[in-house]
T-cell receptor, first 110, second 111 residues
Framework: KNEVEQSPQNLTAQEGEFITINCSYS?????LHWLQQHPGGGIVSLFM???GKKKHGRLIATINIQEKHSSLHITASHPRDSAVYIC????????????FGQGTRLTINP | ETGVTQTPRHLVMGMTNKKSLKCEQH?????MYWYKQSAKKPLELMFV???????ENNSVPSRFSPECPNSSHLFLHLHTLQPEDSALYLCASSPGLPGYTFGSGTRLTVV
């Protein structure tokens, strides 16, 4: 079992729908990252969280440290949001090392 | 552009070739990383460099040889690779505090 599990693995939705991607982890962490990877391969960092909630435009990320769970929400989804979304945690033991989930492939149809 | 530049973007090499991947950042970050992303697998850490010193080698085979001549440049030298080494190789940098910047990756195909 991976230390970081994401669900769902694949998600297809219509433009405008509210999207939720979940991430559960099993280790003690100092921070959790949400990353976006486009088809060309480049990765963009969306959020880094250690507690609570962050919002950037239509994207919202939340984390519950007690439950070892984080969610990424996209409001008013758009085809340009289509990408792979990756959850990664920075464990307390290996402070510089990120452990990655397997990613969620999101497709937004017009 | 994220501030971390990787070249080449695509590379096809034979199993007997020697090639190098290059990563460059001018963000003033002191830590640089090589990650490997194989099909249908999570990203895997390969190497970590802090202030030009290698601080982590994640049990990577010796056919992958990293080099960090200064805190802005990171290379991954490749020789006698296997087809299963075909993957996307991503470079990242960080300022030591949480917060990563990734490059666009080099897609490597070993034939």
């Amino acid at each position: 079992k991976n230390e970081v599990e994401q669900s769902p693995q694949n998600l297809t939705a219509q433009e405008g729908e509210f999207i939720t991607i979940n991430c559960s982890y099993s280790v003690g962490i100092s921070a959790l990252h949400w990353l976006q990877q486009h088809p060309g391969g480049g990765i963009v960092s969306l959020f880094m969280l250690s507690s609570g909630k962050k919002k950037h435009g239509r994207l919202i990320a939340t984390i519950n440290i007690q439950e070892k769970h984080s969610s990424l929400h996209i409001t008013a989804s758009h085809p340009r949001d289509s990408a792979v979304y990756i959850c990664a945690v920075r464990s307390i033991q290996g402070a510089q090392k990120l452990v990655f989930g397997q990613g969620t492939r999101l497709t937004i149809n017009p | 552009e994220t501030g971390v530049t990787q070249t080449p973007r695509h590379l096809v090499m034979g199993m007997t070739n020697k090639k190098s991947l290059k990563c460059e950042q001018h963000l003033g970050h002191n830590a640089m990383y090589w990650y490997k992303q194989s099909a249908k697998k999570p990203l895997e850490l390969m190497f970590v460099y802090n202030f030009k010193e290698q601080t982590e080698n994640n049990s990577v085979p010796s056919r992958f040889s990293p080099e960090c001549p200064n805190s802005s440049h990171l290379f991954l030298h490749l020789h006698t690779l296997q087809p299963e080494d075909s993957a996307l190789y991503l470079c990242a940098s960080s300022p030591g505090l949480p917060g990563y910047t990734f490059g666009s990756g080099t897609r490597l195909t070993v034939v």
